[in-house]
């Protein structure tokens, strides 16, 4: 389960979050998918420290996927053990 703010997850209609699809049809990768974008998150973030840089608008866009209508800009730095 993804985690947002104040726990709104708890407060979305069915159905509101939608990238695997729902019902009868959901996409039956989604639990391996979910557990890999965890698992490369949590890689990656060990080893890295990303800054989102200023004066950035995140516009979201619904295509296929939930992505920004805008690229993202972020410093990435390297943490040192």
């Known amino acids: 389960m993804w ?3 104040n726990d709104l997850a708890k407060h979305l209609p069915p159905f509101a979050y939608f990238p695997f699809g ?3 049809r959901v996409c039956i990768g989604k639990a391996f998918a979910m557990m890999e974008a965890v698992l490369v ?3 990656l973030m060990q080893q890295f420290h990303l800054e989102l840089l200023p004066d950035q608008e995140i516009v979201p866009w619904a295509a296929f996927t939930l992505r920004p209508k805008q690229e993202i800009k972020v410093r990435l730095q390297r943490r040192f053990a």
Do not use: E, N, Y
Request: proline fraction near 0%; glycine fraction near 22%; aromatic fraction near 12%.
């Open 41 to 43: 998150l949590a890689t």
């Open 3 to 5: 985690c947002w703010a």
């Open 22 to 24: 729902g019902g009868s």
